[in-house]
């Protein structure tokens, strides 16, 4: 199951130099994972200050 960054994302980078795979990527109003390429580890969760990143 691939994590997903919602809408509470500030845009803020802290997740996208965290996931070891680079599935995630800035988007047009918030940051992204691609859920092909997300293996499940939750780094980019543990670094959230808003706690954005969630399983799917």
């Known amino acids: 199951m691939a994590y997903k960054i919602s809408d509470a994302c500030i845009s ?4 996208e130099p965290e996931c ?3 599935a ?7 940051y992204i994972i691609e ?3 997300c ?3 939750g780094a980019c969760s543990g670094v ?3 706690d ?3 399983p799917e």
């Not at 803020?12 to 997740?15: K, L, S």
């Not at 995630?24 to 918030?30: L, Y």
């Open 48 to 50: 959230c200050p808003v």
């Open 39 to 41: 293996i499940d580890c």
């Open 35 to 37: 859920a092909s390429a």
């Open 52 to 54: 954005a990143p969630k």
């Open 20 to 22: 070891p795979v680079s």
């Open 24 to 30: 995630i990527s800035a988007g047009d109003t918030q």
């Open 12 to 15: 803020c980078g802290a997740c």
